[in-house]
């Protein structure tokens, strides 16, 4: 298993920013750069949905919906993945996860709450 801890989450006007942050605090260096990472959202009533991936010296990539808007990144010295979301709109509203790509049997943490209102 491997333990992921979100952060960052809160409450913004539409067109607003935020940056979330996901530690990986008992992985190993050499393990953590092996994985690909991804941040997930779930709505309310809605599946969970993986919104942006990058892999270890790889390309990013991203769900139609945050295209150009949404900017995933690692730092692998820090055992960190950020994801910076700009120009925030109110169906961005969700809990935003960190986990592997793919999950497989890793296990979902708490999430960080992100909500767009005005």
């Known amino acids: 298993q491997v333990w992921l801890v979100e952060s960052g989450g809160g409450l913004v006007q539409p067109g607003g920013s935020l940056r979330l942050s996901c530690k990986a605090p008992?992985?190993?260096?050499?393990?953590?750069?092996?994985?690909?990472f991804g941040w997930y959202r779930q709505a309310p009533g809605r599946q969970r949905e993986l919104v942006a991936a990058?892999?270890?010296?790889?390309?990013?990539n991203y769900a139609d919906s945050v295209k150009g808007r949404f900017t995933i990144s690692r730092d692998n010295g820090k055992k960190t993945v950020h994801l910076q979301m700009n120009n925030l709109k109110p169906e961005d509203t969700a809990v935003y996860y960190c986990?592997?790509?793919?999950?497989?049997?890793?296990?979902w943490g708490q999430g960080t709450q992100v909500t767009v209102s005005p």
């Open positions: 986990n592997l790509v793919p999950v497989g049997s890793n296990s």
């Open positions: 008992r992985l190993i260096l050499s393990t953590f750069n092996m994985y690909t």
């Open positions: 990058v892999p270890n010296g790889g390309r990013p």
